[in-house]
């Protein structure tokens, strides 16, 4: 471990306080609008699609009245509760943006934590929000990148908790805290995040669907007390009992963590979602969808179905008769062998076509019960958006693939037209599902907020 120098916290806080919009590079402007408008698209259609993030929104109406908006609603509370509701919509379909070097979700605490921000006062210009976007996701995935033992070998689940020191810096930035405040903020962040492994191994529990509904609230809570005058601590990153020695055992590389912070922003390195699951079974629909197209195999030949898998797959096929038959839909989700299923048996996996009668759906069931798997070696976590499947058919005949970085990383990225398909795809979930044209004209604002006089009334159209 490198000795950990001290200072660290200020350096991210002052980063974070001092960021400014004139200099950030127009990639990086691009990017969070991208962002902007594929993270609202996600949750206006977990509005409609998901049973599981109607506790958050009538807690969140009950608990509060406010400016702030709940996705796919009407009703307004609270900035805190928007963004606990709206929070438990960011992952519930598991279609937002990720980022595959350090496998993570930047943005699904960031942007409800934002957007509550932004509705919660005064007019904030839009190109506040893009650079509050764009230094909480480069906070994200500076701390997946930097850590040099995985959260998950003490029993943690990563994304929530790193995720919500990214929305706090958005929020801390929006709030335009100073650099005190803002170390304040993560201090009292730190004080707020957890998300127990457990989560991993139960078969009942919805909480991996709605699990951002707790750092976006969390980030509201820290700025608006840090502002205030809530003190927090000198050294919440880097402290003998801080994050990092919490999390990760002190086990983390500060250069990793402060190398062109403020010239290199990680947001334009992120991953659009073609396919609503998680981004490690990516490769394999890709390569199923692809395979059937190609050689256009019958299905019902399929006699076995191996899936080449890293290290980081382990979690998407174990247990394995778990995974063929998943118990929800977030479960299916979490699952090589039922996506692989799906995409083989559907020809496609769209919000559509992954249900709870998906679930129970013989024919992918079946295919599911042939899928196998091996770990290949050399595949580490570096390879978590990659993937190698064999289809081996009833008369012999083998078709095999492999992909190295799945559809919708930056070496194989989804065009603006095509977010903008997905935007209206997902609009039209949502609990008040939105018109084509009204979708499309709403995808326009979204992607030039940075020129709005006032950012947070965008997210009431």
Partial sequence: MTATPTGLSDSISKFVAESDFNALPAATRDAAARVVLDATGVMLAASGLCPEVGPFVSLAREAATGPCTIFGSESRTSAPMA????????????????????PSHPNAATIPAAVAIVQSGAAVDGRELITAIATGCDLVCRIGLCLEQPLEDNGWYPPPIIGAFGATAAVCRLLGLDAVQTRDAFSLVLCQATMPGEIRHSRRTIIRAVREAFPAQAAVIAGFLARDGVRGFEAPFEGESGFFRLFADGCFDPDTLTAGLGQRFYIEELSFKPWPACRGTHAYIELAIDLVREHRIDISQIESVQAGIGSVHRMLVEPLAEKQAPASVIDAKFSIPFMLAVALVKGEATLA???ESTLRDPAVLAIASRVQSEELPGWGRERAASGALSLVLSDGRVFSGQVERALGDPGAPLAT??????????????????????????????????????????FRS
């Avoid at 963004?83 to 350090?102: I, R, S, V, Y």
């Avoid at 609990?431 to 709005?452: C, F, H, K, N, Q």
């Fill in 353 to 355: 076509s992954i249900n």
């Fill in 417 to 458: 037209e095509r977010l903008v398909e997905k935007f209206v795809h997902c609009a039209g979930f949502a609990s008040r599902p939105l018109e084509v044209a009204g979708a499309e004209a709403l995808a326009t604002r979204l992607l030039a907020i940075a020129d709005s006089e006032n950012c947070g009334a965008v």
């Fill in 83 to 102: 963004a606990f509701a709206n929070g438990a919509m960011a992952h519930a379909l598991d279609f937002e943006d990720a980022f595959d070097p350090a």
